[in-house]
Structure formats: C-alpha cells, structure tokens
C-alpha cells in the first residue's frame, strides 16, 4: 500500500513563502505522476500542479508564476514551493500519486494565509 506524507504547512501572513514537502513510502520514479491538490473551506478539491516521471510540470492558472512544483528523487518526496501567497490559497494540501489510473491521497496538511 502506497503512503504518502504531507508536511511543512502552517500559518503565513499574505505575500509571504511557504513550501510544503510530500515524502512516499516507495521509489517515486514508480508513478507516472505526482501532484498536489487543496481543498478551501466550503469548496471543492481542486488540482494545483503535477510533476510526471518526465519532470513535466503543470500548474492550475491560479498560481501560475508564483507556484514552483519539484522533486528529489533520492528522498522520494515532492515538494511545492508557494510564493506570493494570498487569502484564497488557504487550503487543505493534499499530495497524490498515480499508476495509470490508480490515484493515491495523502492526509493532507493545512495552509492558512492570513494576516
């Protein structure tokens, strides 16, 4: 079974940096893609950027320019870098991973930006 561990969120004040790390329990060069999604308060998930085995990135237009997706795949972890953070990137962090169309979730870890 896949395990997928979210760590690094927390509280920033609006225009501020953050960057949250995403570790798997098994060789990330595995899946086909990993990608962070969030989920507001009273909204639904939505994505935010994926990285493919490739290194090929995607991101929602959202955060675009401020987001930077990664990956160290000698620690098997993903990370999300966040700059320029604003109000409406409040979320729920979640990481995932895929084989096809197989998805694994993560528990998630919470961004609150805030002043």
């Known amino acids: 079974q896949v395990q997928l561990v979210e760590s690094g969120g927390g509280l920033v004040q609006p225009g501020g940096s953050l960057k949250v790390s995403c570790q798997a329990s098994?060789?990330?060069?595995?899946?086909?893609?990993l990608a962070w999604h969030r989920q507001a308060p009273g909204k639904e998930r939505e994505f935010v950027a994926s990285?493919?085995?490739?290194?090929?990135?995607d991101y929602v237009d959202s955060v675009k320019g401020r987001f930077t997706i990664s990956r160290d795949n000698t620690k098997n972890t993903i990370y999300l870098q966040m700059n320029s953070l604003k109000p409406e990137d409040t979320g729920i962090y979640y990481c995932?991973?895929?084989?096809?169309?197989?998805?694994?979730w993560g528990q998630g870890t919470q961004v609150t930006v805030s002043s």
């Open positions: 995932t991973a895929n084989i096809l169309s197989r998805r694994w």
């Open positions: 990285i493919n085995v490739g290194g090929r990135t």
């Open positions: 098994e060789n990330i060069f595995n899946f086909n893609a």
